[in-house]
């Protein structure tokens, strides 16, 4: 299973894991606006979408690349941001 390289909101955890709560502890603890942040994850996680036929085809086009590979690198990486983007507006618990 995969994991993020660094701590989110002060454990290990899974793409699928992270919610909206995450991300505003994040905020909270590098002085920003809970708000400001989710709205950077969803504008990062559309502009991933957006752009990932034309990354995936120029990455795959360089010499020495497994096509098969750079297309199942791709797919993995936006399974994973619509993970979060599909948890960036769970309430908070309670």
Request: proline share 6%; aromatic share 6%.
């Amino acid at each position: 299973m995969q994991y993020f390289a660094q701590n989110i909101a002060g454990k290990k955890r899974k793409p699928g894991d992270v919610a909206a709560r995450h991300w505003d502890a994040i905020a909270q603890t590098s002085n920003y606006r809970p708000a400001d942040v989710r709205k950077r994850v969803q504008d990062l996680v559309d502009g991933l979408v957006a752009r990932r036929v034309a990354v995936t085809d120029a990455v795959a086009a360089l010499p020495g690349c497994a096509v098969g590979y750079v297309e199942e690198a791709a797919a993995l990486i936006e399974d994973n941001a619509l993970r979060i983007e599909g948890r960036l507006r769970d309430p908070p618990p309670g």
